[in-house]
């Protein structure tokens, strides 16, 4: 199956989504079909903290467009909190569009994992995830949100993550384990730029390699759209 993203938000995010889906892809011993088109981040930040949704659906879906007339077969917006819009998004998307949020509570529930701690944006912490998770339960440092969601903000834009914002974080997944998170969500798709390669007491779940995973074998084949539901 051609894969479709929606990219640009942020650019690193963009980078590890192909770089992961291009391993994820090697060890199916499949061929990877993809097509990217860029987003602009500042201004799905603008409709974001505003909750602009139908105006950011409408950008989403005139880049679903273009991403189908390239041939893409369905498409997936590589930022959680870029899913502010989901259900918007899917009323005017010319492709079916694979979420980001959806397979994680199935893939907590799967872990035996009852309790999460949520950094990434600040609609992701504050809404802890949308609201959609069923089985498990979401936490977040509700004092810090405005402050660590700048943080995430900042360096997503940016691209890059500083020893002090790296510092920051990696404390703050710790203070979600201490309030009883049995593992820290990476619910951020820029948070590898502080956690890759760094070593905690507590689990850490990238959300974006759950993501990666159903998008990988939705692009080998060993799963289908209809089967997602």
């Known amino acids: ?9 942020g650019p690193a995010a963009t980078v590890v989504y192909y770089q992961r889906l291009c391993a994820a892809m090697a060890e199916r011993e499949a061929r990877l079909e993809l097509t990217i088109v860029q987003a602009d981040i500042h201004e799905l930040i603008r409709n974001n903290l505003a909750d602009c949704r139908e105006a950011q659906a409408g950008i989403y879906a005139g880049l679903i467009d273009r991403l189908k007339a390239a041939g893409a077969e369905c498409a997936a917006i590589t930022s959680l909190g870029g899913h502010f819009c989901f259900d918007e998004t899917v ?3 010319s492709l079916p569009l694979v979420s ?6 199935a893939f907590f529930a799967a872990e035996g994992i009852s309790c999460v701690g949520l950094l990434g944006t600040r609609v992701v912490m504050r809404t802890k995830l949308f609201g959609q998770l069923r089985q498990t339960r979401a936490i977040a440092l509700d004092d810090e949100i405005e402050g660590l969601g700048q943080l995430y903000q900042d360096m997503a834009v ?16 710790q203070r979600l ?12 798709t820029d948070l590898g730029l502080a956690f890759d390669g760094q070593e905690t ?3 850490v779940i990238d959300a ?22």
């Open 1 to 9: 199956m051609h894969i479709g993203l929606i990219g640009g938000i």
């Open 100 to 105: 980001a949020v959806e397979p994680l509570d």
């Open 208 to 229: 974006l390699d759950v993501h990666v995973a159903l998008l990988a074998d939705l692009a080998s084949g060993s799963r289908s759209l209809d089967a997602l539901g």
């Open 201 to 203: 007491r507590y689990r």
């Open 158 to 173: 940016a691209g890059v993550c500083d020893a002090e914002s790296r510092a920051t974080l990696l404390a703050a997944g």
């Open 91 to 93: 009323a005017r998307s």
């Open 177 to 188: 384990a201490d309030q009883g998170a049995e593992a820290v969500v990476l619910a951020g």
